[in-house]
């Protein structure tokens, strides 16, 4: 029986608290272009996904749900390589009229540092 790559309510940092815990303590951060990953271990069998993406950093918001959409199915994909870690991706810079080819393509390559990086620890 396949496991499932859903993207569930126990796969997302949910409070305060959640995030607070891995902007105070990365172990990892890993950055792209205008895109920030900050990283720590959690103690449960899945990842878990947060998203800061400002509307001083993306201004229209139909830009701010593209990248949203395509960090998900980025992160649902490989839930299986990431299992065990806090995830939080910035958008650090500003980012005006995205491409949604180089959101995916940046977005995949950002997941590909972070997963050298955690295989090297």
């Known amino acids: 029986m396949p496991i499932s ?8 940092l949910l409070t305060g608290p ?15 272009g205008g895109y920030l990953l900050l990283v720590t271990r959690n103690s449960q069998p899945h990842p878990r996904l ?3 993406i400002g509307r ?8 701010r749900a593209r990248i949203k959409r395509r960090v998900r199915e980025q992160f649902r994909c490989r839930q299986q390589e990431l299992a065990g870690l806090d995830i939080i991706l910035l ?7 995205p491409n949604p080819n180089q959101v995916t ?3 995949t390559r950002l997941f590909d540092k972070l997963l050298a990086k955690c295989r090297q620890a």
Not at 5 to 12: G, V
Not at 56 to 63: E, G, I, L, T
Not at 91 to 97: F, K, P, S, T
């Open 56 to 63: 001083k950093r993306v201004k229209r918001a139909v830009d």
């Open 18 to 32: 959640q995030y607070q815990t891995v902007f105070d303590q990365p172990e990892w951060k890993v950055g792209l």
């Open 105 to 107: 393509l940046d977005i």
């Open 91 to 97: 958008v650090r810079g500003r980012i005006e009229n």
């Open 50 to 52: 947060g998203l800061v």
């Open 5 to 12: 790559q859903a993207f569930t309510r126990q796969h997302r």
